[in-house]
Structures are given as structure tokens and as C-alpha cells.
């Protein structure tokens, strides 16, 4: 019988297996490539990348798993607010002035700049307030407050519906970001997505160098041929003192038994799997929403210095993608002569991505070159030398109206089940590891009460594994004060 069986090889899983290398483990990945959503190939010197990009620094549950697999980070040198639009590409002076110097409309700049303070208003004198930690407050209770923060209402009901088209383009690229369209997600997240815009309180801001998939290839390789992929998990079953894993691999129907297991897929997948979780439970999994996202990227030959070298990310209104980020960046930062090549990764999500799903992956790299070509210039596209497109139905799960009423249910434990994800805070990179090193943490803590138990003397381990569930089965307050995985700073 293994200690723990853990579904699903994404970032969230595999932080999870990492967290509990040291007992019986095993991993069920249903693809052929672990990492999930993370994935980047180096290609000489460069890489390309097509997941997530940006994580926490100092502090944060991400930055304890770097030290701990031994990975490199750096903070994002270049500009994180660059901007094309309408011909123009802004890559210096104060975002603030962006829509006077961006051409549109004289209606446009009017309604631009009055929903920007009403934003303003908004994060400045009540969301940075809402997300600034309280004393003695656990960080579940801190997100929660996040997840209720304006979530009666779509970001588009904040926005106003009548606001110009060229001023909507201009927020729309920033908050569809998070795969929801304006009248999807609600206006607390739209509100609190400028805080990473604007850099005052996401945390995500560094990059693993040789990009992401170092970390998730790292993690595999130290786990060995306890990662399995092509294992495609249909059920899992709790029963008295063990969970059944019924998976299919290779052809054939296998089961594997453990003592815990932590669910580590979409909430979709947890949600169609975890067949005898709590009904409240199984309920609010069904009820998380994900928007799709196809992303390119590019690599290029270029020896010269290009304009953009010290630009990181390039937000494009009316643009098939809704941002593009230059990933050797990183390296000009480091760098004392500018090296040959480059590599962009261009990111559509939401309705830009569903625009794109269904076309060939060469279909969707030609329009993708087109238009970051249109942005860049200077012969961009002259300069590729190959490019990969990937595209995932659930790309990112973003936060409804009404999305706060569950996520106190979410955060209960359901006996020896734990839940891991993206789609358990507002954090992206940084919750999938902080709620996956929770989730190894709460099976350790499991683990250690039914040994100790077994040795004491006249106590009851069955009595201790009951006391030890009901400790799970309540809020996660509790098990969440362990980490900082699901605060904003």
C-alpha cells in the first residue's frame, strides 16, 4: 500500500510529491509530458516557453521550493508595462499617460481616464486595504476576504457599459488576462489585477532561468519512475483506512491503494473523479469556471540589439494575443554583450483564444507572427527561425461573482482526499505550489498521527485517525496558517 497516490503531474502535483518524497509516493499524470500548464524547451542559449512565466519572490511558498529543488530565479528585468495600440508602441515614460499618447479618439481619452480613476479610486482606497494582512489572521482568511472583495457583480457592471470602444480595449487587455471575459469575471478581480499592472501587490514578478519547465523537470527527475505518465485516473474511492485509485494505463485497467491521496487535476477533473467526496464539495469543484488560452512562441536569429531588449511584456489591444512577453529579457538583464537570437511567447486568452482553438497550430503561428510583427517591426518576422503553439480548453480559472460563497467549502478537507490548484486562491504559479505543498504537509500530518498511534499504548489508532479527520473536515484555517500560500503582498 503506497503513503499517497497524487493525481495529476501539473505544478500543483508534483509540489505535492515533492513535499512528500520521502514516503511511499506515486504520481498519475493522464498526459504524455508532466508540468501541466508550465512548459518551456530550451533552445541553445534561449527558450521557448509557452506557460506560466511569472512567480513569487522572497517569502513565499514558491520561493521556499526553489531552495528546497535548488532552481534559480531572478526578479523580471525589463518593463513590464509596454503597449501597443492603434499603430503605436509605447515602451517607456509613465503609464499614466498612455492614453494621451496612444492615438484615439478624443471620446476614447475622456472615458479611458474616467474609468482609470474610478480603478484608482477603487484598488487605492479599498482593495489594497482588503488584501494588506491582518494580525492574527490566517492567510485562508485573508483570501477569502480577497474572493468576497466587489464579487456581487461583473468587472463590465463596475465598468459601465456604455464606456468607448478604443478606452475598453484598453482594460479589457489587462483583466481578460485571466481567461474571463469583462462580463465573467467579477470586478474585484478585475480591480485586483491591476495591482500586478501596476506593481503594487501581486508578488509575481521573477522568472526561473532556462525557463519553467526547469522547475517541473527538476521535480520529475528527483521523483524518478514514481512519476507515471499516461496514467488517465477515472475514479477515486475512499474507504475505511485507504483510498482506491482506479486509473488506466498503456491499455490497461489498474487500481493502486493508499493511505491518502491528494487531487492535484482542474477542478473539472477533481470534480468528475473524486466520485465520493463530499456532496457539498463535488458541488463547488462543478462549479469553478476556466477560460481557454492558446499561446505561440518564437524564436529568433536576430544579431543586433532590438528596441525591445529591455521590454519584458507588451500588453496589445485589438491584437489576436493580448499580451507578448520576451523571454530573453531575463538574459539581457545578465548579459555584458548582447548575444545573438530571442524568443517571444504571445498569449490569447478567453475569446481571443477561442477564436484561435480550432485552427492548425500553423494557421494560429501565422497569425500570431503577423501580428506581433505588426507590433514590433524592425523585421521581426524575417528573424524566426521556429515557432509551437499549445493550447489548453481550461487554460486558467478565473473568479465568477458569487465565486467567494465557496470557498470556504473548497478549503474543507474531505478525510484522507486532499485538494490541490490553481483555482483555490487568486495567485496563479504561487497557489498552485502553496496549496500543493499544503496539501503533502496535511498528509504528512495524517501519516504521522495514525504512527504515532501505532506505537503509543493503550490508544486507540482508529480513535486517533477519527479525531485527526475531523480536524481535516473543518475550515482550513487551521492547516492554512502553516503556509503563506494563498496571501497577496
Not at 38 to 64: K, L
Not at 207 to 231: E, F, H, K, N, W
Not at 239 to 245: A, G, R
Request: some cysteine; glycine content about 10%; overall charge neutral.
Amino acid at each position: 500500500m503506497k503513503d499517497v497516490v497524487i493525481v495529476g503531474g501539473g505544478l500543483a502535483g508534483l509540489s505535492a510529491a515533492w513535499r512528500t518524497r520521502y514516503y511511499d509516493n506515486l504520481v498519475l499524470e493522464s498526459t504524455e509530458r508532466i508540468g501541466g500548464r508550465v512548459r518551456s524547451e530550451r533552445r541553445g542559449e534561449h527558450w521557448m516557453n509557452w506557460g506560466g512565466h511569472m512567480y513569487a519572490g522572497p517569502g513565499s511558498a514558491s520561493d521556499t521550493l526553489f531552495n528546497e529543488v535548488g532552481i534559480n530565479t531572478v526578479q523580471i528585468p525589463g518593463l513590464l508595462t509596454g503597449m501597443s495600440m492603434n499603430g503605436k508602441l509605447l515602451t517607456k515614460g509613465s503609464l499614466a499617460t498612455y492614453p494621451l499618447r496612444i492615438p484615439m479618439p478624443l471620446s476614447a481619452r475622456v472615458g479611458t481616464f474616467a474609468v482609470g480613476a474610478k480603478i484608482l479610486s477603487s484598488l487605492v482606497f479599498k482593495y489594497l486595504k482588503v488584501v494588506r494582512a491582518r494580525p492574527g489572521e490566517s492567510p485562508a482568511e485573508r483570501q477569502q476576504r480577497i474572493f468576497d472583495f466587489e464579487n456581487n457583480r461583473s468587472f463590465r457592471d463596475f465598468i459601465g457599459k456604455n464606456v468607448p470602444h478604443d478606452a475598453q480595449a484598453l482594460f479589457e487587455v489587462t483583466v481578460t488576462r485571466v481567461c474571463g471575459e469583462l462580463d465573467q469575471i467579477s470586478a474585484g478581480q478585475g480591480i485586483g489585477y491591476f495591482t500586478m499592472v501596476l506593481g503594487s501587490g501581486s508578488g509575481l514578478y521573477r522568472y526561473i532561468v532556462g525557463g519553467p519547465s526547469t522547475l517541473t523537470t527538476s521535480m520529475a527527475a528527483a521523483l524518478g519512475d514514481r512519476v507515471q505518465t499516461g496514467a488517465e485516473v477515472h475514479e477515486v474511492v475512499k474507504k475505511t483506512d485507504s483510498v482506491l485509485v482506479r486509473y488506466r494505463q498503456d491499455g490497461t485497467d489498474r487500481e493502486v491503494e493508499a493511505r491518502t491521496a491528494i487531487l492535484a487535476p482542474t477542478a473539472s477533473v477533481a470534480h468528475r473523479i473524486g466520485v465520493d467526496l463530499p456532496t457539498e464539495l463535488r458541488d463547488a469543484l462543478g462549479q469553478i469556471k476556466y477560460g481557454p488560452h492558446v499561446v505561440s512562441s518564437f524564436l529568433t536569429n536576430e544579431t543586433e540589439p532590438r528596441p525591445w531588449d529591455d521590454v519584458y511584456c507588451i500588453a496589445a489591444p485589438k491584437k489576436s494575443f493580448s499580451i507578448a512577453t520576451n523571454n530573453s529579457n531575463i538574459i539581457r538583464g545578465s548579459e555584458k554583450e548582447r548575444t545573438p537570437g530571442g524568443s517571444f511567447m504571445v498569449f490569447s486568452p478567453g475569446d481571443k483564444g477561442r477564436a484561435l482553438f480550432d485552427k492548425s497550430d500553423e494557421e494560429v503561428a501565422r497569425i500570431h507572427q503577423a501580428d506581433l510583427d505588426d507590433v514590433l517591426g524592425h523585421g521581426f518576422a524575417d528573424s524566426v527561425v521556429d515557432a509551437g503553439v499549445s493550447r489548453w480548453a481550461e487554460g486558467s480559472p478565473y473568479c465568477f461573482p458569487g465565486r467567494g460563497k465557496i470557498q470556504q467549502t473548497l478549503m474543507r478537507g474531505a478525510s484522507r482526499v486532499f485538494l490541490a490548484g490553481d483555482y483555490l486562491g487568486s495567485l496563479a504559479t504561487e497557489t498552485s505550489i502553496a496549496t500543493g505543498l499544503q496539501a503533502g504537509q496535511n498528509v504528512l500530518s495524517l501519516l504521522g498521527t495514525e504512527h504515532q498511534a501505532r506505537r503509543v499504548p493503550n490508544v486507540s489508532a482508529r480513535a486517533a485517525l477519527q479525531t485527526q479527520a475531523s480536524d481535516f473536515a473543518q475550515d482550513s484555517a487551521s492547516a492554512a496558517r502553516r503556509s503563506p500560500a494563498l496571501s497577496v503582498d
